[in-house]
């Protein structure tokens, strides 16, 4: 379902677009990104204890399935749990309101030698030493993979792959040479003075190339995915806190009768002024 114009004109930056709400069959949903199994099983856990789903993950349409932009792991964790579908907010993935960049990784807790044999020991690919501004340079024009910034301020370029698809499975291979043995997070830059100060035993910190929207369907829809966590979609509009019963979800009732449910459910929720947009950024303590 959208919210209703008489909602949105209690906030004027609600009228640039509907917040659509339906719940779908799990098998129609798509990933764009690799999952870590063990968030997964964790989150499984979770939901399972729960038994509610609180975010819809995000999805954007592709024909007759849905490829998600954020929440991955909500979408693989109900799979892993057998329930059959699942409740996702569908947004337009060419509005002006979304926002695709990339995530570094900084590896922590792994040799340098580990590092850096790791990456030269997959196949197809070249590792040489760079210089860091055309490495950066390199890497924008695609003529190189990825490269890693060393904790002693080394530069390695990572060539390989000539089409997209490709290039794609030899990123999640150079993912694959630390993630398990390394402890990884999200970063969102390549200095290394300020990530040194947050992990003092960052081994180094790996760039990803920044993807076009384009290329994100492309991959999805040929059943490719990127690595985990090197994607970062930032989204405004988003619906959280619907607290959607995990049973309805999994009935046998008919997508039609749960949508008239989940149309039903909002619309309470709107009546009862239990809805609300926040125009300033967020930050959350319960998630």
């Known amino acids: ?39 997964v099983e964790r989150l499984a856990r979770r939901l399972q204890s729960d038994g509610i789903l609180k975010n819809p993950p995000v999805v954007t ?23 059959r579908d699942v409740l996702v907010q569908i947004v337009d993935y060419h509005a002006p309101s979304i926002q695709l960049f990339a995530w570094c990784h900084a590896v922590v807790n792994v040799s340098r030698d580990k590092l850096v044999k790791g990456l030269e020991d997959i196949e197809g ?15 924008c024009l695609r003529t190189i ?37 390394a402890d990884v997070y999200r970063a969102a ?3 290394l003075e300020g990530l040194l100060e947050e992990y003092p035993d960052l081994t180094a910190v790996v760039v990803f190339p920044s993807y076009s929207r384009g290329e994100i369907m492309r991959t999805s829809l040929n059943g490719a995915k990127v690595p985990m966590g090197v994607t970062r979609h930032t989204i405004s509009g988003r619906a959280l ?30 009546k009862d002024n239990r809805v609300r947009f926040y125009q300033e950024p967020v930050f959350r303590f319960d998630e």
């Open 125 to 139: 690919v070249e590792v040489k030493a760079m210089d860091l501004g055309l490495a950066r340079r390199a890497l």
């Open 1 to 39: 379902m959208s919210f209703p114009s008489s909602l949105r004109g209690k906030r004027e930056l609600m009228k640039i677009g509907d917040v659509v709400l339906r719940i779908v069959h799990s098998t129609d949903v798509i990933g764009h990104e690799e999952v870590d199994p063990k968030r």
């Open 241 to 270: 806190g619907l607290n959607v019963d995990m049973v309805m979800l999994d009935s046998d009732l008919p997508l039609e009768q749960k949508n008239i449910w989940l149309d039903s459910s909002i619309k309470r929720k709107i």
């Open 189 to 191: 830059t390549d200095e």
């Open 61 to 83: 349409e592709a024909g007759d399935q849905f490829v998600v932009l954020d929440g991955a792991t909500r979408v693989a964790a109900l799979r892993e749990l057998g329930i």
């Open 145 to 181: 993979l990825c490269y890693v910034v060393l904790q002693d301020g080394t530069v390695l370029g990572v060539k390989g792959g000539m089409n997209l698809e490709a290039q794609v499975t030899l990123l999640n291979d150079v993912v694959d040479a630390y993630k398990g043995q």
